[in-house]
């Protein structure tokens, strides 16, 4: 092979980019990587982690507030029983104290937390059927684990607490049964 041969064979244009082996080799693994990561991202927007707080700086000024709540509660020595009819729709509390000179609410708020889903949160107004008992509405079926938190109506959540208000935090699987009992005792 002369020197004119091999100019020849390295001048030699086999046609456009696109159709030479080594781009696709090289462009494909690239190519691959980004069509599948469109379905990735879109689910990662789409169901994105609510666990964490928007406004934490508010909430960590609430935790001293709420540990209150929980001391007054167990200051009125509360506890009960909680009851979710799920065939007829009801929920049932029936609270009891140590303090006899306790006026009850009229209304008590139930939150039930979903522990991965703040879009599945639901609140329950629960009213005071006779002194200790209250009755609510479940507007739909529940399972699996829930956290709970039961306060007198007039402590919303994320507000300056009422004088006199107390909180219950708990927890309860509906897999293992519909009828929780507690106490600030626990």
């Known amino acids: 092979m002369n020197h ?5 064979h390295q001048d030699r244009d086999d046609g456009p980019w696109y159709k030479q082996f080594w781009a696709w080799f090289v462009l494909m693994p690239l ?46 020595g509360l506890s009960g029983e909680l009851f979710f009819d799920h065939q007829v729709g009801d929920v049932v509390l029936t609270l009891s104290t140590t ?29 005071q059927v006779v002194d200790g008992r209250y009755q609510g509405e479940l507007q739909s079926s529940l399972q699996n684990h829930w956290y709970l938190r039961l306060m007198p109506a007039g402590a919303e959540q994320g507000e300056q607490p009422a004088d006199g208000a107390w909180r219950i935090v708990t927890e309860v699987n509906f897999s293992e049964g519909n009828r929780l009992i507690f106490g600030t005792g626990e």
Request: zero cysteines; glycine letters at 2%.
């Open 99 to 127: 303090d006899s000179s306790y006026v009850w609410p009229q209304q008590l708020q139930l939150y039930l937390d979903h522990p991965m889903e703040a879009d599945n949160d639901r609140v329950i107004i629960l009213t």
């Open 4 to 8: 004119s041969e091999k100019n020849l």
């Open 31 to 76: 190519l691959v990587v980004m069509v599948a990561w469109i379905p990735f991202m879109t689910i990662a927007v789409k169901d994105a982690d609510d666990v964490v707080v928007d406004n934490y700086y508010k909430e960590g000024r609430m935790i001293n507030m709420r540990v209150d709540e929980d001391r007054a509660a167990a200051a009125l």
